[in-house]
């Protein structure tokens, strides 16, 4: 399979992931990191920082114990 029919199909895979309501990883990090933003008063420049904050949290399980709450 060429590079590009594998993102085509990453990409596939996402849409029809969100469609069924059930987000990718990606998904709920960017979900988070929002929160994270807002939580910091919307002040920009740290949005590698609350990116790699939402991701830690989404590795530790943290995310999803929130959602299910």
Do not use: V
């Amino acid at each position: 399979m060429s590079p590009k029919a594998t993102r085509n199909a990453d990409i596939e895979a996402e849409i029809t992931s969100a469609e069924i309501g059930n987000p990718g990883p990606d998904e709920e990090i960017k979900r988070r990191a929002y929160e994270i933003y807002l939580e910091r008063g919307e002040q920009p420049g740290c949005d590698l920082d609350d990116w790699l904050q939402a991701e830690r949290e989404l590795q530790r399980g943290d995310l999803k114990r929130e959602q299910a709450a």
